[in-house]
């Protein structure tokens, strides 16, 4: 799977929007991008993942660049609970390629 | 719906004795996953488990470890005469499929003393 890239921390203030960025230039063609995220002692959650068009759940936005080497997260209307770790991970969709494995992720900090 | 429920949610437990671990996945999720969880650290696979296929045991760090499904569904994660490094928090996935997204449990935190 490619490696990403993702800054450490971010700070967002509450209410706005929260855009998270991702590097994947090393990313192939049947490899999708997928975010999850780990609240503090909790189980990690899943958000949202994307091939190549963006993509929108009730949780988030997921912005893709045309050549598909870097991806947004965007919550759109960022609160307290949604501090986390947030990660970026590129899969394969084929065989052998289900587990998961988070790198560092981005520490983000909702600010009241 | 419901999600993927563990139990127990933390388990205290002397150097040497067993411990169970259970996992009851999303009802109808045909893939079932363990993975642990050091204080601070990434996800480390353990196993997985796919319909009626054997399961991949690729990551399981030694012999003390083992798990089974039964019926398809519900999943226990053995660990025979703990150590301390066996201290961490052990999460279960499921997902639909194996290429669709896994939904984690809550987790068991163990602490071997």
């Known amino acids: 799977d490619a490696k990403t890239t993702q800054p450490p921390s971010m700070d967002c203030a509450e209410g706005r929007a929260a855009n998270l960025p991702c590097n994947h230039s090393t990313i192939s063609g049947n490899e999708y991008v997928y975010w999850y995220r780990q609240i503090h002692s909790q189980g990690p959650q899943y958000i949202i993942h994307g091939l190549k068009n963006n993509e929108t759940n009730e949780m988030a936005s997921l912005i893709i660049t045309e050549d598909r080497k870097s991806s947004t997260l965007i919550l759109p209307h960022a609160t307290l609970r949604d501090t986390a770790v947030y990660y970026c991970i590129v899969r394969h969709s084929g065989a052998g390629s289900y587990q998961l494995t988070f790198g560092k992720g981005t520490k983000l900090s909702v600010i009241p | 719906g419901a999600g993927v429920s563990q139990s127990p949610s933390n388990k205290v437990t002397e150097k040497g004795k067993d411990v169970e671990l259970r996992c009851d996945p999303i009802?109808?999720?045909?893939?079932l996953y363990w993975y642990r969880q050091s204080l601070g650290q990434g996800l480390e696979f353990l196993i997985y488990?796919?319909?009626?296929?054997?399961?991949?045991k690729s990551g399981l760090p030694s012999d003390r470890f083992s798990a089974e499904r039964t019926g398809g569904s519900v999943s226990t994660l053995t660990i025979q005469r703990t150590q301390q490094e066996d201290s961490a928090v052990y999460l279960c996935?499921?997902?639909?499929?194996?290429?669709?997204?896994?939904?984690f449990g809550p987790g068991t935190r163990l602490t071997v003393l």
């Open positions: 996935a499921s997902s639909l499929a194996t290429h669709n997204e896994q939904f």
């Open positions: 488990f796919q319909g009626n296929s054997a399961p991949d």
């Open positions: 009802s109808g999720h045909t893939a």
